[in-house]
């Protein structure tokens, strides 16, 4: 067995087992209308996969360039404001976990008070936060905070859609993810991304919920392996959609 097929065979079993749990198969088995299609699986050979791959690195590239070209009066606007409303700088940047468990470092707006930020990440935001400035608010509402991450993805640090790039030492009910759901680093076998499957489906926000934490894994590890451009294109419209309703975060 090479070590494409022990990879392989490492990822099924550890998805196997996370689905197997009966909290997850209850929170799986909600309707979200064509996302859920079988068909969605890719049932392709190694080099399907790196076709399908290399045509999602060459759209992130291409995307992400165009919508910061597109979207660079705001973005300078937005940074003049965090200047100037707060003390500190107008970015913020942490280190998370990317591809094959690499160490990044991910780039956001600064949304808090600069002597109240957590750069580790440990400590999670929750509704009506005091470290959140005012405008900080109106940027983690709108998830207009997470634009500078338009630059991680034209880097190649991560990807316009896949797994939500966590912060290394993250918690989960309590306890370190890694502790909760015991293949929790399987989602790390691709890029993480922007926006997400578990995130159109609803999961985003606090992990203090030992199940709500598992379900959002097993949509991460169903996102690998049934991975392709279609179910790309359905999620980040899906987002963009989801964005202009409103948002969900805070």
């Known amino acids: 067995m090479n070590v494409f097929q022990e990879r392989e065979v490492t990822f099924q079993n550890g998805f196997d087992d996370v689905m197997r749990s009966d909290l997850t198969q209850s929170m799986l088995s909600r309707s979200f209308g064509p996302l ?3 068909s969605l699986l890719l049932e ?3 080099d399907d996969r790196r076709i399908h791959f290399a045509i999602k690195r060459a759209m992130d590239v291409a ?3 165009v919508a910061l070209l597109a979207l660079s009066p705001l973005l300078i606007g937005v940074a003049l404001m965090v200047r100037v409303t707060s003390r500190g700088p107008a970015f913020f940047s942490q280190l998370r976990w990317g591809k094959d468990g690499r160490t990044i470092r991910v780039y956001k707006f600064r949304s808090m008070y600069v002597d109240r930020c957590d750069i580790t990440g440990v400590s ?3 509704e009506n936060d005091p470290r959140v400035t005012p405008l900080g608010r109106i940027l983690r509402r709108t998830s207009i905070d997470e634009l ?4 991680n993805v034209l880097r190649g640090d991560m990807s316009l859609v896949g797994p939500r790039c966590h912060a290394i030492g993250m918690k989960a009910a309590g306890m370190l993810y ?12 691709v890029r993480p991304g922007i926006t997400g499957l578990a995130q159109v489906r609803g999961f985003r926000g606090p ?6 934490s598992r379900a959002r894994i097993a949509y991460d590890l169903q996102y690998i392996r049934a991975f392709s451009i279609w179910l790309d294109v359905k999620i980040i419209a899906l987002t963009v959609w989801t964005e ?6 805070f």
């Open 44 to 46: 392709g050979t190694r």
């Open 124 to 126: 999670q935001t929750t």
């Open 36 to 38: 859920d299609e079988p």
């Open 178 to 189: 890694e502790e909760l759901v015991p293949h929790y680093h399987l989602r790390h076998t």
């Open 63 to 65: 995307l992400s360039l």
């Open 244 to 249: 202009l309703r409103g948002g969900k975060g």
């Open 207 to 212: 992990t203090d919920v030992a199940s709500v």
């Open 148 to 151: 500078p991450q338009l630059f």
